[in-house]
C-alpha cells in the first residue's frame, strides 16, 4: 500500500492511500484549496481517487471532499446520518462497513462525540495482514487528546457520547495500532493536542490523560471545562460544507 498525511497550514491532516498494485485509492477529510494535491498525488502513483471521505461534516474549515470526489471521478462519503441533510447526493456510510480499495480495505467506524455525524476509519493492508495497521481517527482522538463536545449544541450529552465512543469502540482497538488524527496543534478542535501527527494506541492509553479516565461522569465534567473559542465563522462553514450556501 502507499500512505501519505498532509499538513494543512491551519493544524488540519488529510490523508491519501490505497492500494498502488489495483490502483485504488481513498482520500480523507480534504481542504478546500488543496484538491490538486490528491490529483497529482493519484496520478504519481498512477490510482484512481474512488473513495473521498470526509470523517464529519467539519466547522473549521472548508471542505474539499465534494469537489475533489468531481474531479476525480470518485465517490463523495459522509456518515449515513448526513444523508438528507447534506444538499446534494453522498454515499452514506454505516458503521462496521468495509470499502475495498485492491488490497487495501478500510472498514468505517461510527464514533459520535465530537459530531453526531463523527467516523474513524480502521485500515488494513492485506498484503501485510488482515489485522488493522492503523486507524484515522478524524476529530473523535487526537494525540494528546480528545475532540471538542459542543459544535452542535448540547456539549455534555455530546461528551458523554465521546465518552461512549472511546470505550466502547477504540479502547477495544490493539496497542500497537498506529492512530492518524484530523488535527495536530494548532487546531481549535480539541484542546491539548500534540504537535506531533501521529501515535500509537498503546502510548495514546498511557499517555491521554482521557482515555485513563473510567469515570464517566468524571470525562463529561473535564471535557466541557475545556473548550476552546469556537471556529470564527462557524456557522458559514457549516452551512457551505452541507452545500446550503454558494
Ligand atoms: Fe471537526
Sequence with gaps: MFFKQYSNADGTLSYFYGCGSKGSAVA???VAGDERWFLDAAQKAAVRIDFVIDTHVHADHLSGGKKLAELA???????ESDVGKVHFPIRGLKDGEVLESGNVLT???????????????LVSDLRRSADPWF?????????????????GGAPEEMAGRIFDSIHNKLLTLPDDLEIFPGHAAGSVCGAGL?????????FEKRWDPYLSMTDRDAFIRELTANIPEQPAEMARIVAANLGAAA
Design 135 to 151: 486507524v484515522l481517527t478524524g476529530d473523535t482522538l487526537f494525540v494528546g487528546g480528545v475532540g471538542r463536545p459542543d459544535l
Design 73 to 79: 471521478g470518485g465517490l463523495y462519503c459522509l456518515h
Design 194 to 202: 500534540s504537535g506531533k501527527p501521529s501515535s500509537t494506541m498503546g
Design 107 to 121: 472498514k468505517v467506524l461510527h464514533t459520535p462525540g465530537h459530531t453526531a455525524d463523527s467516523i474513524c476509519l
Design 28 to 30: 480523507v477529510d480534504v
